[in-house]
T-cell receptor, first 117, second 114 residues
């Protein structure tokens, strides 16, 4: 199956700094990528939908100025957590859907564990 | 509103025993249904999916799931559980029109005892 690579897998940063997480589709082109957040012992919650070459669509309650999403190419989307605080500590997972494919699932990255200290 | 309910937070089964994980959904249109598995600290791996056709779908690792429209359910089953199946399982529903903007259930943690 298609592979989605997320980097880094773990990151620890100081409060107030920014962290960038990359999501790459390795062997397919993805017009749409999704960013999810998972709190401990909870399910995944969709944060935003990222479309190549256009602005991301954020879910209600997600601060777009805090979680900057860039989808500059068909194989790369980035999520930047700006001015991170301890409450932003979480598990972030991206998924990507192959361009032009109607009946296919989105493929998930392995996730990024963010810890803000 | 779209929602997915996994009523069992934890399930413990003995190795070799059968398994059924429950999933009920609320959706306004024909749903696309998925089961994912997540090992600790890892991303999600797709076990199986239902888009249309045969309501009994086979997945990887010996899992299967049955779509029952009348009950709005998509329960996951495995006839004989292995210790390596211990993980967290998520049921998800998504629309055809919006790609794979998925709504996930809360997850069920499976423990396997030897």
């Amino acid at each position: 199956g298609a592979v989605v690579s997320q980097h880094p897998s773990r990151v620890i940063c100081k409060s107030g700094t920014s962290v960038k997480i990359e999501c790459r589709s390795l062997d397919f082109q993805a017009t749409t990528m999704f960013w999810y957040r998972q709190f401990p012992k909870q399910s995944l919650m969709l944060m935003a939908t990222s479309n190549e070459g256009s602005k991301a669509t954020y879910e209600q309650g997600v601060e777009k100025d805090k979680f900057l999403i860039n989808h500059a190419s068909l194989t790369l989307s980035t999520l930047t957590v700006t001015s991170a605080h301890p409450e932003d500590s979480s598990f972030y997972i991206c998924s990507a859907r192959e361009a032009g494919q109607q009946l296919t699932e989105a493929f998930f990255g392995q996730g990024t564990r963010l810890t803000v200290v | 509103a779209q929602s997915v309910t996994q009523p069992d937070i934890h399930i413990t089964v003995s190795e070799g025993a059968s398994l059924e994980l429950r999933c009920n959904y609320s959706y306004g249109a024909t749903p696309y249904l998925f089961w994912y598995v997540q090992s600790p600290g890892q991303g999600l791996q797709l076990l199986l999916k239902y888009f249309s056709g045969d309501t009994l779908v086979q997945g990887i690792k010996g899992f299967e799931a049955e779509f029952k429209r009348s009950q709005s359910s998509f329960n996951l089953r495995k006839p004989s559980v292995h210790w390596s199946d211990a993980a967290e399982y998520f049921c998800a529903v998504g629309p055809k029109e919006y790609g794979n903007k998925l709504v996930f259930g809360a997850g069920t943690i499976l423990r396997v005892k030897s």
